[in-house]
């Protein structure tokens, strides 16, 4: 989808509800409506777009954005663009007070919270962005199938992290989604755990959570898997988060809530008695950031439609054992749904 599609979809939302204008900060929200990758903002207008930036910006500006007009001004000049504007939003969710305060002294015009315009018309992904995304998880199940020969005991969570990392960028990412996640034994149970100089020992349980950007779009994936040998518990706590993975996969279609899929999931753990140690929402929308809309948590009504892209990553940790999550990609599409993560979802004994 063009730039300037996206603008008219935006400016309809706009008329919607009653703003002539929008001034977009959020990074993303600006590479998704121009091209931007540079700092600036963004000002939409009916009358045309404008990117507002530094001179450090105006040539990359023009190259990236050609259907906005680039203008190098302080905040102090803007009235000029904002003279003729009646009722001017921001995106509150994503300006400091100190930044508004600014806005609101020397804009010249009246300034209101907007609602998340533009994150709602990224909710739905076209079909150039889906590539981008299915790249990125590609390129996640050929780093950990890379990474799959290094697991041993003795090997340091850090020293994992590290080949995460690396493999991500030789393969093609720009950089990391997120600090990547590889906690082993009994800091498995750490949700958002970071590597450490623990060295991986027998009987380990260990988490891989990791993902890269891919021009600008974000993959994500997480494995467990068991260090020389599984015990019974190990087998059994992964099985449980196994079937209730693959339960919220097959429940996400469009028509779904999103609320309905994470039921689905907590229905698996309650029937187990092991609810308690499920501490997170399902799973999360993946595009321009690796944590966007909608969330599949009990509290979001969002209904799934095609062309949505979502994580389902249950997991259950539990303090002193340690812990187990498996996720993946996947597409919302007309007929139901498609896995984008490849990997294998069998325990593995490394």
């Known amino acids: 989808m063009s730039h300037g599609i996206r603008v008219k979809k935006l400016l309809d939302l706009m008329n919607t509800g009653g703003f002539d204008g929008l001034l977009i900060s959020d990074p993303a929200n600006v590479y998704y409506l121009s091209g931007f990758t540079g700092e600036g903002i963004l000002l939409i207008t009916e009358k045309k777009p404008y990117l507002l930036t530094d001179p450090r910006f105006i040539e990359q500006g023009a190259r990236e954005s050609p259907d906005f007009e680039i203008q190098s001004l302080p905040a102090e000049g803007w009235t000029s663009l904002t003279g003729t504007l009646a009722r001017v939003g921001f995106e509150s969710a994503h300006v400091t007070y100190q930044r508004y305060q600014v806005w609101a002294q020397t804009l010249g015009v009246k300034l209101v ?15 150039e962005e889906i590539e981008k995304i299915r790249t990125a998880v590609r390129i996640g199940d050929e780093v950990f199938q890379d990474l799959l020969p290094k697991i041993r005991p003795g090997i340091s969570e850090r020293y994992l992290g ?36 623990k060295a991986l020992e027998v009987g380990d349980v260990v988490t891989f959570d990791f993902g890269g950007f891919y021009q600008n779009y974000a993959g994500d994936m997480t494995r467990t898997v068991v260090v020389g040998k599984s015990c019974a518990r190990s087998r059994d706590i992964y099985s449980r988060v196994l079937e209730a993975q693959i339960t919220g996969v097959e429940t996400v279609a469009p028509g779904r809530t999103c609320r309905e899929v994470d039921q689905a999931v907590r229905a698996v753990f309650a029937r187990n008695n092991l609810d308690r140690y499920f501490v997170h929402s399902t799973g999360h929308g993946v595009g321009l950031r690796v944590h966007e809309a909608p969330s599949l948590s009990r509290k979001d009504e969002t209904i799934l439609q095609e062309g949505m892209v979502i994580t389902v990553e249950p997991g259950l940790y539990i303090p ?9 990609v996947v597409l919302v599409k007309g007929n139901g749904h498609e896995v984008l993560t490849g990997t294998s979802k069998d325990l593995m004994v490394m």
Request: hydrophobic content about 35%.
């Open 113 to 127: 919270p907007a609602p998340l315009l533009v994150e709602q018309l990224r909710l739905i992904k076209d079909e």
């Open 162 to 197: 590290m080949m995460i990392d690396h493999g991500l960028r030789v393969r093609g990412c720009e950089k990391e989604a997120f600090d990547t996640i590889v906690v082993s034994g009994r800091r498995s149970s750490l949700p958002h755990g970071r590597p450490t100089e």
């Open 320 to 328: 002193g054992w340690g812990g187990v999550r498996i996720e993946d």
